[in-house]
């Protein structure tokens, strides 16, 4: 494992991006050929093969072996992933991203034949309101923006100051020093109708941002409703130990990771077998929730 992860910053990207390939696909398919890597980077056989036994004589050791039967190279009982993390979020994302470049350059990837990977629908963020976000959180400077709300949805100017730009799994937002409301806030960036004007250093990075620099424990567990067989389900679905699952986050983001779990709030007249989980921790986490009450 240490001689790998020693190794792979030393490799170029694109051979990288080859190796992890190999990793991914021969773990959560169970057979490799020389066809993946040929459709999906457009190299020749010669190359995927030469790639392949890169990647075992240098990186996997082990790893593989030829499978005359399959055609293929498989994992053997003693796979162990060195260049990947060995989660599925890679393999979803390896075959999302080969289905997105298909879009564009029409390759038809054996690895997205018998996978289907569903994506949130496209927010409006424009390259034009992102970069000079991006670069006055990496400059410390403030920026002026035209925005609207919900609450305010005629557009007026405000200064802020980014920190961190954020993907809560719905849409773009940053998180941004509020010079107007003289808190730290979420702005929505397709809600920036013009293009941010960089302006002077500010004073209040990330490291004043108490809500981001706090990690919050999320505690969730099945639905007591549910009968104990339902119960060992759902602590299956979600890799639980003892009934619970501990997510750590930033406090300015819980409230983002319960509406992904669909636990923002929990209705007791919704059946259990549709709500299959709960948040343990509620009460000790709210004031972390949009609306409850800071200390």
């Not at 020389?34 to 075992?56: C, E, M, P, V, W």
């Not at 005359?68 to 890679?90: H, I, M, N, R, S």
């Not at 730290?184 to 108490?210: M, Q």
Request: a positive charge; proline letters at 5%.
């Amino acid at each position: 494992m240490t001689k790998g992860k020693e190794k792979q910053w030393a490799i170029r990207w694109d051979r990288l991006l080859r190796y992890r390939m190999i990793e991914t696909v021969a773990l959560w398919e169970g057979r490799l050929t020389t066809n993946h890597l040929q459709d999906a980077f457009g190299i020749g056989r010669q190359q995927a093969s030469k790639d392949i036994n890169t990647y075992l004589t240098d990186f996997g050791p082990g790893n593989l072996e030829y499978d005359v039967k399959q055609k293929g190279y498989c994992p053997t009982k003693g796979f162990t992933p060195v260049l990947t993390l060995g989660v599925a979020d890679e393999y979803l994302q390896m075959v999302n991203a080969n289905g997105e470049f298909g879009a564009v350059f029409s390759v038809d990837n054996p690895v997205r034949r018998y996978t289907e990977v569903m994506v949130p629908l496209n927010r409006d963020l424009r390259p034009a309101v992102l970069r000079p976000i991006l670069r006055a959180a990496r400059e410390g400077k403030r920026v002026e923006i035209c925005y609207a709300s919900l609450k305010n949805p005629v557009p007026e100017y405000r200064v802020i100051q980014p920190h961190s730009v954020i993907f809560n799994g719905f849409r773009w937002h940053v998180r941004a020093f509020c010079e107007h409301r003289q808190e730290y806030r979420d702005f929505v960036l397709s809600r920036i109708s013009d293009e941010p004007d960089i302006t002077l250093k500010g004073e209040n990075g990330a490291e004043g941002d108490v809500a981001w620099q706090t990690m919050v424990d999320v505690v969730i567990g099945p639905d007591p409703r549910l009968s104990a067989a339902q119960q060992a389900i759902i602590r299956q679905d979600y890799g639980m130990v003892k009934n619970k699952l501990t997510i750590s986050t930033r406090g300015a983001l819980v409230h983002y990771l319960l509406q992904q779990l669909d636990l923002v709030e929990e209705d007791g007249k919704t059946a259990p077998e549709v709500q299959q989980i709960t948040l343990v921790n509620r009460k000790k986490i709210s004031r972390w929730l949009f609306g409850g009450k800071k200390q």
